[in-house]
């Protein structure tokens, strides 16, 4: 079965700091893999995404992911955290037969001044 | 392109009456809408599928006589929460099926918080 797990349920990281966020998916095919912020009482915005290729993504924000089939990750990264960083971060896979999406649990973001 | 409008934003409602959240496609045809539920603090799960002009597909658990779904048209795509109880209020995000195309992921609509009082 499809399914996405984000081990850390909440980071909090000193500003200026680097950050990575864990994501790891059980899928049978080749993954399409998504990376979405959502701030308090937003709807979701996308910073990146993989389907094929180069498997490091580059994203808004200054975000990035990388994708290691070995390892079934795709660990999103950010090399200086901003303040308004802080939101709720979701990894989620798409099914290459029906396009929907299954989402991780998702990992709360605190960054510190 | 690929652009999703939703409404009501946010909504209250007695225990009891019903709600109806419309999400629309704005600049394409969307023929299949999936319709995903967040609870405070959790993560967004899959409802439902609805197709247009065709009977929606459920996710094991939701019901399907208390989450009315409607796809009349190519553009409208309409979530009925019926009878809503306290348990019922979630935020509920509409998606189109974009995928093969560059906005697969991308269009989400901006929510609807609906509490039930």
């Known amino acids: 079965a499809q399914s996405v797990t984000q081990p850390d349920i909440h980071i909090t990281v000193s500003e200026g700091a680097s950050l990575e966020l864990r994501c790891n998916y059980s899928?049978?095919?080749?993954?399409?893999l998504f990376w979405y912020v959502q701030s308090p009482g937003q709807g979701l915005q996308l910073l990146l995404k993989y389907f094929s290729g180069d498997t490091l993504v580059q994203g808004i924000k200054g975000f990035e992911a990388e994708f290691k089939r070995s390892q079934s990750s795709f660990n999103l990264r950010k090399p200086s955290v901003h303040w308004s960083d802080a939101a709720e971060y979701f990894c989620a896979v798409g099914s290459s037969n029906t396009g929907k999406l299954i989402f991780g649990q998702g990992t709360t973001l605190q960054v510190k001044p | 392109g690929a652009v999703v409008s939703q409404h009501p934003s946010w909504v209250i409602c007695k225990s009891g009456t019903s709600v109806k959240i419309e999400c629309r496609s704005l600049?394409?045809?969307?023929?299949?809408m999936f319709w995903y539920r967040q609870f405070p603090k959790q993560s967004l799960m899959l409802m439902a599928t609805?197709?247009?002009?065709?009977?929606?597909?459920?996710e094991q658990g939701v019901e399907k006589d208390k989450f009315l779904i409607n796809h009349a048209s190519l553009t409208l795509s309409t979530l009925t929460v019926t009878s809503a109880h306290p348990e019922d209020s979630s935020f509920y995000i509409c998606s189109p099926n974009t995928l093969g195309g560059p906005n697969y992921g991308y269009t989400f609509g901006s929510g609807t918080r609906l509490t039930v009082v």
């Open positions: 600049d394409f045809q969307a023929t299949t």
């Open positions: 899928y049978g095919a080749t993954p399409y």
């Open positions: 609805s197709n247009e002009g065709s009977k929606a597909t459920y």
